[in-house]
């Protein structure tokens, strides 16, 4: 059951999302950050490098709406269309971030859709079609029912708590 879109559900959402991430790169810990653990030879590093790049791409959509500026274009190249193709562009382009940089860039994610969401009309966040890119979903309830946070929880951190546990 989705809880009340509002504002404030929405921002606590995001602060819990915040909290939950902050617990589990502790949990990892800095000197794992780089452990090529995962699939393909990934590290928590290039997992949290992935996330980032579809994030980000999310708060410029965010924080250009809150402006009333057009949406911005995809980072990627335009040719590219499925998930795996950007996957591997997003990998190429980060490879060689500093881990520090990455994690910091994923800390200061928080802050910025934080940001971006408070700078939002309340409509934006309860009208099913205030975004064409929510299919018809109010965009609130994509943070309230942790949605927007889906795909770390439900692609990358069945592995990393598993490995986590494996590796305790």
């Known amino acids: 059951m989705t809880e009340t879109i509002t504002k404030e559900n929405v921002l606590a959402a995001i602060d819990d ?25 990934w590290s928590f590093r290039d ?28 980072p990627w190249p335009s040719d590219l269309e499925e998930d795996d193709e950007i996957n591997a562009w997003f990998y190429d382009r980060d490879r060689n971030i500093p881990t520090s940089e990455v994690m910091q860039t994923a800390s200061n994610s928080y802050q ?42 439900e692609e990358h951190e069945p592995d990393i708590r598993a490995w986590l546990a494996k590796t305790a």
Do not use: C, N, Q
């Open 17 to 41: 999302e915040r909290a939950g991430w902050e617990a589990l790169v502790a949990e990892v810990g800095p000197d794992r950050l780089e452990e090529p653990a995962f699939a393909g030879g």
């Open 47 to 74: 997992i949290t490098a992935h996330l980032m790049g579809w994030r980000l791409y999310g708060i410029a959509r965010l924080e250009a709406a809150a402006k009333g500026d057009p949406e911005p274009p995809a």
């Open 112 to 153: 910025r859709l934080h940001d971006a969401i408070s700078a939002l009309p309340d409509e934006a966040l309860t009208k099913p079609d205030y975004f064409d890119w929510t299919e018809g979903t109010p965009l609130g309830t994509w943070f309230v029912d942790r949605a927007y946070f889906g795909h770390l929880h």
